[in-house]
């Protein structure tokens, strides 16, 4: 059974830094690509960063880019968001999912593709 546990959110002043912890079991970590994805209150799940990591390959959506790393910890079975320069817009749940790679290696951004997720953790940056 997969399962992801999610932690590492805190309340942070805006400017400050926060790193995120999914730590993922139940699956072959090499055949899947990870992502973290966040919700605001009232607003759709939307997502973040991305990492395969038998490829070292990741992506970030413009809104975090140069603020946010993803990064991966093989033999851990743990992936990293790490966060700096935090907004008060980046207020939201933080959640990890995974989903399994096609053959090629491709895997998809969009969260319907993520087949298994966390139950979040609270991120809130105040002004």
């Known amino acids: 059974e997969v399962q992801l546990v999610e932690s590492g959110g805190d309340l942070v002043q805006a400017g400050g830094s926060l790193r995120l912890s999914c730590a993922a079991s139940?699956?072959?970590?090499?055949?899947?690509?990870i992502g973290w994805f966040r919700q605001a209150p009232g607003e759709r799940r939307e997502g973040v960063s991305y990492?395969?990591?038998?490829?070292?390959?990741?992506y970030h959506v413009d809104s975090v880019k140069g603020r946010f790393t993803i990064s991966s910890d093989v033999g851990k079975n743990t992936v990293y968001l790490q966060m700096n320069d935090l907004k008060p817009e980046d207020t939201a749940v933080y959640y990890c999912?995974?989903?399994?790679?096609?053959?090629?290696?491709?895997?998809?951004?969009?969260?319907?593709?993520?087949?298994?997720w966390g139950r979040g953790t609270q991120v809130t940056v105040s002004s």
């Open positions: 999912a995974v989903q399994k790679l096609e053959e090629s290696g491709v895997y998809y951004y969009t969260p319907q593709r993520f087949t298994s």
């Open positions: 990492i395969s990591p038998s490829e070292g390959s990741t």
């Open positions: 139940g699956f072959n970590f090499d055949e899947y690509a």
